[in-house]
């Protein structure tokens, strides 16, 4: 079993904000695999599919993006899944628009979301998809992150990502091709 988590905010407010680019790819890879993310469970929107005869649950935490580890350990309880099953994917303001970064550990560098999914967890070792949403020193990094997502902004990319994860492709192999 997998379980790929977007993160972003709820509310139509924050629908297309740079800070929901986790949402969005979600959003684009359910549209692809035709799977609908509207059940409400564990203070998330969940959708659940087989890719490869494996069960994928698709989850859009509901409790901000501050707050992701909340919905996120409950899930993971519930369905016994282990840190190495999870695909997180949420924004990064260090990454130029355009860029995507795929790790499989680390820290958190500094976005909150990934931090309080580390806290929850207790373990840094998890598959994250970072997606660059770039970052303007001149605007409070608040008002950047919750403003309008750039189009050149690699949702579609990340999306193809996420899918060639679920079909099996190699770690490595994804890391050297979308890196």
Request: some cysteine; overall charge neutral; charged content about 25%.
């Amino acid at each position: 079993m997998k379980l790929v988590i977007g993160l972003g905010n709820p509310g139509k407010q924050y629908e297309k904000t740079r800070h929901n680019a986790g949402f969005l790819v979600i959003d684009e890879v359910a549209k692809r695999l035709n799977v609908n993310i509207s059940t409400r469970k564990f203070n998330a929107l969940i959708g659940e599919t087989f890719v490869n005869q494996e069960k994928v649950i698709f989850i859009k935490p509901q409790t901000f993006m501050n707050l992701s580890g909340e919905s996120v350990k409950p899930i993971m309880n519930y369905y016994n899944l282990d840190s190495s099953e999870i695909f997180v994917i949420t924004d990064d303001l260090d990454l130029p628009v355009g860029k995507i970064r795929l790790r499989d550990k680390g820290s958190s560098g500094g976005q909150k979301g990934i931090q309080n999914i580390i806290d929850h967890l207790n373990t840094k070792e998890f598959l994250r998809l970072r997606i660059g949403i770039g970052n303007n020193k001149l605007i409070d990094t608040k008002d950047y992150v919750l403003g309008k997502i750039d189009p050149d902004t690699p949702i579609k990319e990340a999306a193809d990502c996420v899918i060639d994860y679920l079909e099996g492709k190699p770690l490595l192999e994804l890391m050297n091709q979308y890196n």
